[in-house]
T-cell receptor
Framework: DGGITQSPKYLFRKEGQNVTLSCEQN?????MYWYRQDPGQGLRLIYY???????QKGDIAEGYSVSREKKESFPLTVTSAQKNPTAFYLC????????????FGPGTRLTVL | QKEVEQNSGPLSVPEGAIASLNCTYS??????FFWYRQYSGKSPELIMS????GDKEDGRFTAQLNKASQYVSLLIRDSQPSDSATYLC????????????FGSGTQLTVLP
């Protein structure tokens, strides 16, 4: 089955730790995205990548980092510099950067203890 | 002014009624419009895309776009309790370099 997978589903982090969220897709999509969702709010764009080995900051990139070494994978690292990291993190992909329809993975819920 | 605005609700309708969800956007250069459904604790699911003025129907769902008035709406006919979810409007704004800007969502409850 084609789709987007994210792991883990739930993640608990102590303050001061970096954590990496996994996102993998087998849809052969060029573009991938990371969003953050806080309760009662819409999605805010953290980073996006239109092609391999290239990525751009979104609206709230501070405290986050990404890599895009393979077309299928777009991991997100939440660093200790992110002041309020507790949130629902969503990875999405689209066939091409010029095609705006995005499809989402199941999400990772990160809680900072 | 937010780029994409939705009434947060909650919106309650009885089973079998028509649910009407509205979204306004500020960027006149916006070209693509999407509705996502998000069940509690789950990720958004794309249910409708609309690109030109007018109506687009898909089963019980109708998306309506009026670029002159800068609004897009979603009608759900014969609403079912399984339609109870948060509905997110997303707009591909000209100012965002082809990225999607999301509204904060409207929570819909369909009462049996």
């Amino acid at each position: 089955d084609g789709g987007i997978t994210q792991s883990p589903k739930y993640l608990f982090r102590k303050e001061g730790q970096n954590v990496t969220l996994s996102c993998e897709q087998n849809l052969n999509h060029d573009a991938m995205y990371w969003y953050r969702q806080d309760p009662g709010q819409g999605l805010r764009l953290i980073y996006y990548s239109q092609i391999v080995n290239d990525f751009q900051k979104g609206d709230i990139a501070e405290g986050y980092s990404v890599s895009r070494e393979k077309k299928e994978s777009f991991p997100l690292t939440v660093t200790s510099a992110q002041k309020n990291p507790t949130a629902f993190y969503l990875c999405a992909s689209s066939l091409l950067a010029s095609i705006p329809e995005q499809f989402f993975g199941p999400g990772t819920r990160l809680t900072v203890l | 002014q937010k780029e994409v605005e939705q009434n947060s609700g909650p919106l309650s309708v009885p089973e079998g009624a028509i649910a009407s969800l509205n979204c306004t956007y500020s960027d006149r250069g916006s070209q693509s419009f999407f509705w996502y459904r998000q069940y509690s604790g789950k990720s958004p699911e794309l249910i409708m895309s609309i690109y030109s003025n007018g109506d687009k129907e898909d089963g019980r769902f109708t998306a309506q776009l009026n670029k002159a008035s800068q609004y897009v709406s979603l009608l759900i006919r014969d609403s079912q309790p399984s339609d109870s979810a948060t509905y997110l409007c997303a707009v591909n704004t000209a100012s965002s370099a082809r990225q999607l800007t999301f509204g904060s969502g409207t929570q819909l409850t369909v009462l049996p």
